[in-house]
């Protein structure tokens, strides 16, 4: 697909964020499943319902320490007349007793382990006492145990063949401790979206550098990286080009990933060249975005091996760059990794302390501090003064169709944290 050159021109129209929204989401949706070792599951996103391929317990287990009886043996005991029950051996967890049990014998046994064969009862250690005569140990039952008492059954926990885990769900720890419990081995998930970051900018220095001279130290990669982890993304090793064209070019369409988000090179300036790039490669879909921050994003596709790959175009400077990232990229990595496309952060609301100000057609993104009840605008808002969402504790967004909110306003905010 053709693109307009805005280098040195500008937009002459842009989508709205609405717009944009409806293209991603029409074209962008699940990966495949693969199966992964249970013990790698947690974070993931089921492909298929599990069911429990085995009950747990699979074996009645003691639910207390003590002795594993019949019930009915111990009927009528008390302190005064306890009965007497001879010990026949012990179970523990993992070494079962392995004979049969009758009325009038008794097994030492601890919570967990295996109820032996003919008792239907544990009796709990505070009830009764062993006492050693002769050669026999016997256990003084002081008060009666009703059958079934303190033994968990087959399938208490989860009976066999009970769906566990539905097809949708972001697995938690617990989650995979179930599965793991019930016998699953290899987990049904999506596919995690592998996503190449590439940083464009001749005056960009790697992470970790000093800033020297007229060159600045790339922050977008370190932010693109948490955020892509964040939306369970796989990230590839940052792709670094200087502003050729041919490079910019190589890199976007270099290597396999399933997402692609270019930083810097999208805007207006004689050097960025990444949407030209973007267009003989494959199509840029939307170019020039009516927000603010974050105008000159835009995304397009590529050539993929099953579907064509989406190519995110965020700009360079920091907050514009995580702006873009939120409103399409983010989402669109949820999605293909089986999470929801709406915003992950929590939500507050309160009153604003002072007026937003915005223009009707467009969406504006803009930082504040919120205290819990009273919502501050950070008057420092420029696009690159990436300090702004540290001071912010999130952002309020201005729809579209409003000229902004006036003081004393409730508003809903999107919480960094």
Not at 211 to 228: F, Y
Request: aromatic share 4%; hydrophobic share 40%; glycine share 12%.
């Amino acid at each position: 697909m053709g693109v307009r050159d805005v280098r040195m021109r500008g937009f002459r129209k842009r989508a709205s964020v609405d717009e944009a929204l409806a293209a991603l989401t029409s074209r962008t949706g699940e990966l495949e499943a693969e199966r992964v070792p249970v013990t790698e599951a947690s974070g993931r996103v089921l492909a298929e319902d599990v069911a429990a391929a085995a009950s747990v317990p699979h074996f009645r287990r003691a639910a207390m320490d003590g002795w594993a009886v019949v019930g009915e043996s111990t009927f009528g005991a008390s302190t005064y007349a306890p009965a007497s029950l001879v010990l026949i051996g012990e179970a523990r967890p993992g070494r079962p007793f392995a004979g049969v049990l009758r009325r009038g014998e008794a097994v030492r046994i601890t919570t967990g382990a295996p109820v032996p064969e003919g008792a239907d009862a544990v009796l709990m250690a505070e009830r009764a006492e062993e006492i050693t005569r002769g050669d026999r140990t016997i256990v003084s039952v002081a008060e009666p145990v009703s059958p079934g008492k303190h033994v968990g059954a087959i399938g208490e926990d989860v009976p066999a063949g009970t769906i566990v885990a539905r097809r949708g769900r972001k697995l938690r720890p617990q989650d995979v401790g179930l599965l793991a419990s019930v016998g699953a081995g290899l987990v049904p998930v999506v596919q995690r979206p592998r996503v190449r970051v590439v940083i464009t900018g001749d005056e960009l220095l790697a992470p970790g550098s000093m800033p020297e001279g007229s060159c600045i130290v790339d922050s977008n990669s370190v932010v693109l990286a948490a955020l892509v982890a964040r939306d369970g993304g796989a990230l590839s090793p940052t792709v670094r080009a200087n502003d050729r064209y041919e490079l910019v070019r190589e890199a976007i369409a270099g290597g396999d990933e399933d997402v692609v988000l270019v930083s810097g090179g999208s805007s207006v300036g004689p050097e960025d060249h990444a949407p030209l790039a973007l267009a003989e490669i494959g199509e840029v879909t939307v170019h020039g975005v009516a927000m603010r921050p974050s105008s000159p994003a835009g995304f397009g596709f590529i050539p993929g091996r099953v579907r064509p790959r989406p190519v995110f175009l965020l700009p360079g400077n920091p907050v514009s760059c995580l702006c873009a990232y939120e409103f399409f990229a983010g989402p669109t990595i949820r999605a293909l990794g089986g999470l929801p496309r709406a915003w992950p952060h929590p939500r507050g609301k309160g009153r604003l302390a002072a007026k937003i100000v915005s223009e009707l057609g467009r969406m504006d993104y803009v930082r504040v501090k919120y205290d819990g009840a009273l919502v501050t605008p950070i008057m420092t808002s420029g696009a690159s003064i990436l300090s702004s969402t540290t001071r912010a504790d999130g952002v309020v967004l201005v729809p579209a169709g409003s000229e902004g909110h006036g003081e004393g306003e409730e508003v809903e905010v999107f919480l960094y944290d």
